[in-house]
């Protein structure tokens, strides 16, 4: 059964998120380490978006609430961080997106960002589905590692019902054993079917070892090109990736990060790949 009620294509000024649509991106860095790091990896990020003509939403968070150590660092927090987010639109004329983790910041988060994001822990949430549907922003949801795909339509229905079509899902892997994840591409066309909204992939957090590191997680950078490319290779509305200047100096998911100067040569071979397989669909 098809979704029904979620906008099939969901625009942010020129970016624009369709599963028929040429290849969009979410891009940046885990968390807002400062405002000077933010703003250099958001001129970055616009400068490659630019030269390869693509569309792309800034993505950074101000709080990293699931880290795997009570020690781990967490990011700047909501209050330094929103006149940040409010600069990065301003000055680079870029759609943000943050997590979002407790009702009460839906509302001041969605008065300087574009995109709300559903952590995957808490994407069954329903008090804070309905508290990000009512801010009138787009909400990114993604997949929690323990749902089926079609299990999400379910959550689609929650934003629906909150009065909010402007849906993307993110597929970001399952569970497969102990701090290991596996991509099943079957995923992407199943919930673009079961909820009728633009599918992300999240080629970065779908390499990494949940607590693989005793006490943060490990990844493995060097399958995000592979897992983007299957993924893209199927036909989707876009690609999160995470990309950091200097990652293995990160203060989170530095191992399944993309080197930024990395980044501009995977968008390319994406776009190559997102051309083929929507000629092929059409």
């Not at 967490?74 to 979002?100: N, Q, S």
């Not at 508290?131 to 934003?159: H, I, S, Y």
């Not at 995977?266 to 790949?273: E, H, N, P, T």
Request: aromatic content about 6%; charged content about 20%; some cysteine.
């Amino acid at each position: 059964m098809s979704g029904s009620g979620a906008n099939s294509v969901v625009t942010l000024g020129d970016v624009r998120f369709g599963n028929d649509l040429p290849l969009a991106l979410i891009a940046g860095p885990c968390q807002m380490e400062s405002a000077a790091h933010a703003l250099e990896c958001a001129a970055a990020i616009k400068e490659i978006a630019t030269r390869r003509s693509i569309g792309v939403v800034f993505k950074t968070s101000f709080d990293k609430a699931n880290r795997t150590s009570i020690k781990g660092a967490r990011g700047m927090g909501l209050k330094a961080a929103l006149p940040v987010f409010a600069e990065i639109r301003e000055r680079y004329g870029m759609p943000v997106l943050t997590d979002v983790h407790e009702n009460d910041q839906c509302a001041p988060v969605g008065e300087v960002v574009d995109i709300l994001q559903i952590p995957a822990f808490l994407c069954r949430q329903t008090d804070l589905l309905i508290a990000a549907a009512a801010t009138g922003r787009v909400v990114n949801v993604k997949k929690g590692q323990f749902l089926a795909p079609w299990d999400m339509k379910n959550v689609v229905a929650k934003l629906i019902e909150g009065g909010n079509p402007n849906v993307l899902v993110t597929e970001r892997g399952v569970s497969f054993g102990y701090n290991t994840l596996v991509t099943d591409m079957r995923a992407l066309p199943i919930m673009a079917e079961t909820t009728g909204a633009p599918v992300i992939f999240d080629a970065t957090h779908s390499v990494q070892q949940p607590g693989g590191q005793g006490t943060s997680s490990g990844g493995q950078r060097e399958f995000v090109p592979v897992l983007a490319r299957a993924a893209v290779a199927v036909g989707i509305a876009g690609v999160f990736v995470e990309t950091h200047p200097d990652p293995d100096k990160a203060p989170s998911d530095g191992p399944n990060m993309v080197p930024l100067n990395e980044f501009e040569a995977l968008v390319a071979r994406l776009q190559a790949f997102d051309r083929v397989a929507k000629d092929r669909a059409n």
